[in-house]
């Protein structure tokens, strides 16, 4: 039976994807990638996006590297 590996994420592909917060705070549990953010050169690399709470659309931009952190985030809505 093959083992399951968790799929590397690439920047270009976040946008409305779903996610997790590990631990939630004021109600903001389930967020979606509103918006990859391009940096000013063309040339490099995307740092950046945008995550909007499904409870209030509080929204937030945070490094799209942080959603890598098991210990914040899980990939999906849980």
């Not at 590990?22 to 918006?35: E, G, Q």
Request: charged share 30%; aromatic share 8%.
């Amino acid at each position: 039976m093959p083992s399951k590996k968790i799929n590397p994420l690439s920047p270009k592909k976040l946008l409305l994807t779903k996610w997790t917060a590990a631990h939630p705070k004021n109600k903001r549990k389930h967020f979606l990638v509103s918006k990859v953010i391009a940096p000013d050169l063309p040339d490099e690399a995307i740092e950046l996006v945008e995550i909007e709470a499904i409870y209030d659309k509080y929204r937030q931009t945070i490094a799209w590297r942080e959603l890598c952190d098991s210990e914040h985030w899980i990939q999906g809505w849980v």
